[in-house]
């Protein structure tokens, strides 16, 4: 995926954005940069969950977190493997941050890889 690059860059340019899987063990060394995006997300929720539910359960392994980055992070999302009796299912629980249209296709792909 390329995104136009920010307006401090040559008019000309452009930056690749990769969607990158973000281990558990990992959580806590990006939480800092991801938690004001993915606050973003649960701000005109029915507050079922917030960002720091969102957190304890990245921690104990029941959601996923993906993150979008070019030279930082750009955008976050949140998954959550859901058992059926029939089927086992992916579920976006949120994704926030820039330019969305340019990077929310890629993420679906990536996560169903």
């Known amino acids: 995926m390329v ?6 860059a040559d008019a000309g340019t452009v930056q690749k954005a990769i ?5 558990y063990t ?19 929720q ?3 969950m917030d960002e720091w539910d969102v957190l304890d359960n990245l921690l ?15 955008a976050a999302a949140v998954t959550e493997i859901v058992c059926y009796p029939k089927i086992k299912t992916c579920r976006v629980v949120a994704a926030a941050g820039d330019e ?7 993420l679906i792909l990536t996560i169903v890889e």
């Open 26 to 44: 990992s959580v806590p060394k990006v939480w800092d940069e991801v938690q004001p995006i993915l606050a973003r997300a649960f701000k005109n």
């Open 19 to 23: 969607v990158i899987p973000v281990l």
């Open 3 to 8: 995104l136009p690059a920010d307006d401090s």
């Open 60 to 74: 104990l392994r029941k959601m996923q977190l993906w993150v979008v980055k070019t030279d930082h992070i750009i």
């Open 100 to 106: 969305m249209k340019l990077w929310f296709d890629d």
């Open 46 to 48: 029915f507050r079922e």
